[in-house]
Antibody, heavy 120, light 111 residues
Framework: EVQLVESEGGLVQPGRSLRLSCAAS????????MHWVRQDPGKGLVWVSR????????DYADSVKGRFTISRDNADNTLYLQMNMLRAEDTAVYYC?????????????WGQGALVTVSS | QSALTQPASVSGSPGQSITISCTGT?????????VSWYQQHPGKAPKLMIY???KRPSGVSNRFSGSKSGSTASLTISGLQAEDEADYYC???????????FGTGTKVTVL
């Protein structure tokens, strides 16, 4: 069974940092693009970042560029999102999601989500 | 980049068919066949229902189907069932710099 299990989020003060992780199992992790998508409480989905199978190519939404860093450890089947200089508007549930093995744009399955609250 | 436009809500009776529209632009929906649809029940993670406009992942009911015309994609749910009551989001690849844009979301209610 394909499974993605995220670390717990948490409460963090504005300007501080937090790292999320996503443990993958049940598929060849090193063959797939991986993504982070967030959802503001009670609102819609917003794509955040992606990383290619080898880990050499990363892309970000403008809202997090320069502050967030996506990475992966293919030996450990784990995806990461390092979030620095957090702002109140980064408060959201963060989901990791499996992407395609090649070109394209779909996400499935998704992790259970990690709530990140940025507040003083 | 603005979100793709979806109706806020759609409702139908059990057994009926409903269609959810997803309107984008020539830079996203109209330019790529990488439209996908997601179902999200309250408090749960989204689930992939349709990818590449018309394709259904293994395990998804054939009551769900997708299509696209120009810059508008659509999701049709036929034989509506109580378990279909959820939020639905479309998503399109939007090329370099924007990458992916989601729809505003549609709440489906089974009457």
């Amino acid at each position: 069974e394909v499974q993605l299990v995220e670390s717990e989020g948490g409460l963090v003060q504005p300007g501080r940092s937090l790292r999320l992780s996503c443990a993958a199992s049940g598929f060849t992790f090193s063959s797939h693009w991986m993504h982070w998508v967030r959802q503001d409480p009670g609102k819609g989905l917003v794509w955040v970042s992606r990383i290619n199978p080898g880990g050499s190519d990363t892309d970000y939404a403008d809202s997090v560029k320069g502050r967030f860093t996506i990475s992966r450890d293919n030996a450990d089947n784990t995806l990461y999102l390092q979030m620095n200089m957090l702002r109140a508007e980064d408060t959201a549930v963060y989901y990791c999601a499996r992407g395609t093995t090649g070109a394209g744009g779909w996400f499935g399955p998704w992790g259970q989500g990690a709530l990140v609250t940025v507040s003083s | 980049q603005s979100a793709l436009t979806q109706p806020a809500s759609v409702s139908g009776s059990p057994g009926q068919s409903i269609t959810i529209s997803c309107t984008g632009t020539s830079s996203d929906v109209g330019n790529y066949d990488f439209v996908s649809w997601y179902q999200q029940h309250p408090g749960k993670a989204p689930k992939l229902m349709i990818y590449e406009v018309t394709k259904r992942p293994s395990g998804v009911s054939n009551r769900f189907s997708g299509s696209k015309s120009g810059s508008t994609a659509s999701l049709t749910i036929s034989g509506l069932q109580a378990e279909d009551e959820a939020d639905y989001y479309c998503c399109s690849y939007a090329g370099y710099s924007i990458y992916y844009v989601f729809g505003t979301g549609t709440k489906v209610t089974v009457l």
